[in-house]
């Protein structure tokens, strides 16, 4: 793989080479790789194929996800999230002790490797809020809570330059990945005064399925805000929100 230099960028393929645009700019790589129909049929290729179906899984397992956080995640997302996603997503299913190769999923992994996800690379949960956080998923309520003692924003929330108000928020989601549905909740504060004087305590309870026996993920996130004239924006557009997985029960 080689980046384009120059001021005319080209996407598109002459003759072996195909120029194309990514997350890392400008690229261009040189066509090959072994027939499709050989890889889907030769013995030689049984690992890849093995391999390719649970990358496939873990895929969907990771969109499923995403789609169930959504609401949280449209501020608070860096463009590799989904391929670091899905990698994360093929450890779970490679925890898979009991099921053959290629046949490995989610349900029979381990979903407790996703705690700690963060899905803002530029902004990390655990370098952004260093208030005391106490994640709870009750399976047989079907709550799952986040607590946080009264604490003083401007000492235990690190802001992007240019902060002056801020929201928490949080998402309990409870995923089917089998049949790739989902139950969601989510809650947040009111938009909050980034500064010196302690907060009160915040507590959020997101309800899913009572006695449920799907994975449960809990999700804890953060929005900066600017104040100008009165009007709240979105601080850059949201490129330095934090959103992590602060708690999974995978499920019985």
């Known amino acids: 793989?080689?980046?384009q230099k120059g001021i005319f960028k080209i996407k598109g393929t002459i003759g072996d080479v195909t120029f194309y645009k990514s997350g890392d700019g400008y690229l261009v790589r040189e066509k090959g790789g072994i027939d499709a129909k050989r890889i889907a049929s030769d013995p030689a290729f049984q690992r890849t194929r093995e391999n390719g179906s649970e990358f496939g899984r873990a895929g969907k397992a990771g969109k499923v996800l995403r789609t169930a956080l959504r609401p949280l995640l449209i501020n608070s997302a860096d463009?590799?999230?989904?391929?670091?996603?899905?990698?994360?997503?093929?450890?779970?299913?490679?925890?898979?002790?009991?099921?053959?190769r290629g046949l490995r999923n989610?349900?029979?992994?381990?979903?407790?490797?996703?705690?700690?996800?963060?899905?803002?690379i530029r902004g990390k949960l655990g370098t952004t809020l260093f208030a005391p956080i106490v994640p709870t998923i009750d399976r047989v309520t079907g709550a799952l809570k986040t607590d946080i003692a009264p604490f003083i924003p401007t000492n235990m929330v690190v802001a992007p330059s240019?902060?002056?108000?801020?929201?928490?928020?949080?998402?309990?989601?409870?995923?089917?990945?089998?049949?790739?549905?989902?139950?969601?909740?989510?809650?947040?504060?009111?938009?909050?005064?980034?500064n010196a004087t302690a907060t009160t305590a915040i507590s959020q309870t997101n309800m899913v399925t009572p006695n449920s026996t799907k994975p449960l993920f809990l999700a804890l996130g953060i929005e900066f805000y600017q104040e100008v004239n009165g009007?709240?924006?979105?601080?850059?557009?949201?490129?330095?929100?934090?959103?992590s997985i602060v708690a999974v029960d995978s499920g019985v």
Do not use: C
């Open 1 to 3: 793989m080689a980046r």
């Open 79 to 100: 463009h590799r999230m989904v391929s670091r996603l899905t990698q994360s997503m093929m450890k779970v299913i490679q925890a898979d002790a009991t099921s053959p």
């Open 106 to 120: 989610v349900i029979d992994g381990e979903a407790e490797l996703l705690l700690g996800f963060e899905f803002n």
């Open 162 to 194: 240019g902060t002056t108000h801020y929201k928490i928020l949080s998402g309990g989601a409870e995923i089917d990945f089998e049949n790739e549905t989902y139950v969601v909740a989510t809650s947040e504060t009111a938009i909050l005064p980034w």
């Open 231 to 243: 009007q709240m924006y979105s601080l850059k557009n949201g490129a330095f929100n934090p959103l």
